[in-house]
């Protein structure tokens, strides 16, 4: 296990947060769909027309799944961070406003 300062987990989580927004539309777009589109051009000739995708969404999957699970680990080690870790501050920081 790693050990990194909290900025540099916070730092990771926001990298970690855009690529997983970035292969989230990927993921959700219709680029694994083979369509495809014929046409008579004649009794004896068809036009066919195919659109077959570049990527299986396998890959695009298997790589949101991975950086999401980073996602979630490191944002896990944050929360706990933030239920853990004591910070010293001035009293006044806790105390309710008053009126003088």
């Keep these: 296990m790693a050990e ?3 900025a ?3 730092l990771r989580r926001k990298e970690l ?3 997983v927004n970035v292969l989230k539309q990927i993921k959700d777009k219709d ?3 083979v369509r495809a589109k014929r046409q008579k ?3 004896d000739l068809d ?3 195919a659109q077959v995708p ?3 969404a396998s890959q ?3 790589e949101y799944d991975w950086h999401a699970r980073q996602l979630r680990l490191v944002d896990a080690a944050i929360q706990q961070a933030n239920w853990t870790t004591e910070i010293s501050v001035q009293d006044s920081v806790m105390e309710e406003f008053k009126v003088k």
């Design 47 to 49: 036009d066919i027309i």
């Design 31 to 33: 680029l694994f769909e």
């Design 60 to 62: 695009v999957t298997a």
């Design 54 to 56: 570049k990527l299986k």
């Design 41 to 43: 051009i004649t009794e």
């Design 17 to 19: 947060q855009d690529k």
């Design 4 to 6: 990194i300062k909290l």
């Design 8 to 10: 540099e987990a916070l």
